[in-house]
Antibody
Framework: QVRLEQSGPELKKPGASLRVSCKASGYTFSAYGINWIRQAPGQGLEWLGWGSGYNGSTYYAQNFQDRVTMTSDKFTNTAYMELRSLTSDDTAVYYC??????????WGQGTLVTVSS | SYELTQPPSVSVSPGQTARITCFGDALANQYVSWFQQKSGQAPVLLIYEDKERSSGIPERFSGSTSGTTVTLTISGVQAEDEADYYCQSADSTGAFVFGSGTKVIVL
């Protein structure tokens, strides 16, 4: 069965960088992209962008394109999301989700990121 | 920026029907999907491409569309359906956009 396993919770200081991993299993990793979505406490869902599982192509949301990088390793079936210059507004649960072009079908369990001095 | 508008909450008695709407200017030309998110859990895909039910989702969940408004209908609501529901589509560049979410309250 399709499974996306994310890395554990993170505590970061303002100005630091974050890297979240998302290990896929149960399907051909290179055949699908990965979306990254976050959810601030008590808030809705916010899309950060998409990364290809095949050739490294990316597409970032306009709000994040200057400080986010999405990569993938098709040999370890793992996608990564790096977010730089963190502020307290980046405190959120970050999700990876398999891309189906118009929607995301399978989601990871989420990674809680807390940004605090 | 492109927005999808949902009602903040919908209250419904067990066994009744809940309808959650999602409005967006471009929805007549873009697919919508629906997600259910229970407290402390990751979202779960319910409906994709406006009305296709995801694998394993009960038949009481259905999607429909009329112009720029799409609707998620939960027929015969059960206590376990109490959750937040989000619609999702894409803007003209293909970027995913989520609605603000609707809390379904089972009375």
């Amino acid at each position: 069965q399709v499974r996306l396993e994310q890395s554990g919770p993170e505590l970061k200081k303002p100005g630091a960088s974050l890297r979240v991993s998302c290990k896929a299993s149960g399907y051909t990793f290179s055949a699908y992209g990965i979306n990254w979505i976050r959810q601030a406490p008590g808030q809705g869902l916010e899309w950060l962008g998409w990364g290809s599982g095949y050739n490294g192509s990316t597409y970032y949301a306009q709000n994040f394109q200057d400080r986010v990088t999405m990569t993938s390793d098709k040999f370890t079936n793992t996608a990564y999301m790096e977010l730089r210059s963190l502020t307290s507004d980046d405190t959120a649960v970050y999700y990876c989700a398999r891309d189906r072009r118009d929607y995301a079908d399978y989601w990871g369990q989420g990674t809680l990121v807390t940004v605090s001095s | 920026s492109y927005e999808l508008t949902q009602p903040p909450s919908v209250s419904v008695s067990p066994g009744q029907t809940a309808r959650i709407t999602c409005f967006g200017d471009a929805l007549a030309n873009q697919y919508v999907s629906w997600f259910q998110q229970k407290s402390g859990q990751a979202p779960v895909l319910l409906i994709y491409e406006d009305k296709e039910r995801s694998s394993g989702i009960p038949e009481r969940f259905s999607g429909s569309t009329s112009g720029t408004t799409v609707t998620l209908t939960i027929s015969g609501v059960q206590a376990e359906d109490e959750a937040d529901y989000y619609c999702q589509s894409a803007d003209s560049t293909g970027a995913f956009v989520f609605g603000s979410g609707t809390k379904v309250i089972v009375l």
